[in-house]
């Protein structure tokens, strides 16, 4: 067979027994072994180290529950933040409002924005009880 011929002069493929392969996975070293020749790619070309990509970033997840108000919103993973403990509680939002909001406004969290807006709701909790405990002081004395 000529394909015999033109791969035995590969130092890889004679080492192994040619007998030992089907016709097709012939056919198809012999294709490989010519495009090798004609566009003149030695085996150490082909041994490069395979380019590792990382996957990507998993996606957000949407929101479960949102503010009507402000937009922020939880994906009911964690401890709840202090807006929604806030909403429940003082502004007198129910749970199913602030799912429906959620549904309506699906959007993407995005985890630096809420974290900001956490942090201005902190302080504004903490601007109101400072603020009620002065007036509570005030009362008291007078």
Do not use: N
């Amino acid at each position: 067979m000529a394909a015999d011929c033109y791969l035995l002069k590969y130092p890889m493929i004679r080492e192994t027994d040619l007998s030992d392969f089907p016709p097709e996975k012939l056919a198809a070293l012999l294709k490989i072994r010519k495009l090798m020749d004609f566009w003149r790619i030695t085996p150490g070309e082909l041994r490069v180290a395979p380019r590792v990509v990382a996957p990507p970033p998993p996606a957000p997840s949407p929101y479960r529950y949102r503010h009507p108000r402000t937009m922020l919103g939880w994906d009911g993973q964690g401890a709840q933040p202090a807006w929604l403990r806030m909403a429940l509680l003082r502004e007198g939002y129910t749970v199913d409002e602030l799912r429906r909001c959620a549904e309506e406004f699906p959007g993407i969290s995005d985890p630096e924005a809420d974290l900001a807006a956490e942090m201005a709701v902190a302080a504004q909790a903490a601007a109101d009880r400072a603020s009620l405990a002065h007036a509570e002081a005030a009362a008291q004395s007078a």
